[in-house]
């Protein structure tokens, strides 16, 4: 079974231009979570989808940044224009059922490298 | 809201030897604690859990301890090995609301032969 695979795995950008990250979860998890890791910082939550659905946005930075999920499947998360500040890495996760939520349930893709020059 | 704070950002050790990682939380209701482990080029993987019942919880060549009393929880490697190098994360689940974890800032362990 494939695992959750985002793309690309790096991207270079310059400041004021748009990037646009995409996260494929497991088949099947309706739920689809993004994060941010700033270099040496903790891993910070974005938002949370429950299938197309916004549960959760509270960790959107600002504006700049648009998430979405049409369908249900797969997710996208647009950064439009780019600052310094947003580079990091930025993670994709995804799980079955939030009722029967367990660590070792939610699955994390490997991230996209984003460097905001 | 919780925060969680890691006590070393690097810990360096030699092959063999026993690595402990540290981590302090902030909301003394917190009731379950996450451990991650993010190999280079991966996402964070699960390593093991506790909940607040528990001082104690021990896998395979890991434990976490728990110490409610000063809101520190750790996590010890016996044996540790190079395949063991990583960034390693303590997190908080929220005792009420969502269940997304609240992170804190990684300690990446370096293991030398």
């Known amino acids: 079974e494939a695992g959750v695979t985002q793309f690309p795995s790096h991207s270079v950008i310059e400041k004021g231009q748009t990037v646009t990250l995409r996260c494929d979860p497991i088949s099947g998890h309706d739920n689809l979570y993004w994060y941010r890791r700033v270099m040496g910082k903790e891993i910070k939550f974005l938002l949370h989808?429950?299938?197309?659905?916004?549960?959760?946005e509270s960790g959107m930075p600002n504006n700049r940044f648009l998430a979405e999920r049409t369908g249900g499947t797969y997710s996208t998360l647009k950064v439009q224009p780019a600052e310094l500040e947003d580079s990091g890495v930025y993670f994709c996760a995804s799980s079955q059922d939030d009722q029967d939520w367990a660590p070792e349930k939610l699955f994390f893709g490997s991230g996209t490298q984003l460097s905001v020059l | 809201g919780e925060s969680v704070g890691l006590h070393l950002p690097t810990l360096s050790v030699q092959e063999g030897d026993n690595s402990i990682i540290n981590c302090a939380y902030s909301n003394s209701a917190s009731d379950y604690f996450i451990w991650y482990k993010q190999e280079s080029g991966k996402g964070p993987q699960f390593i093991i859990d506790?909940?607040?019942?528990?001082d104690k919880r021990q896998g395979q060549r890991v434990t976490v301890l728990l110490n409610k009393t000063v809101k520190h929880l750790s996590l010890q490697i016996a044996a540790t090995q190079p395949g063991d190098s990583a960034v390693y994360f303590c997190?908080?689940?929220?005792?009420?609301?969502?269940?997304?974890?609240?992170f804190g800032r990684g300690t990446s362990l370096i293991v030398h032969p």
């Open positions: 989808f429950v299938k197309e659905s916004k549960q959760d």
């Open positions: 506790i909940r607040s019942n528990m």
């Open positions: 997190a908080v689940r929220p005792t009420r609301g969502s269940y997304i974890p609240t």
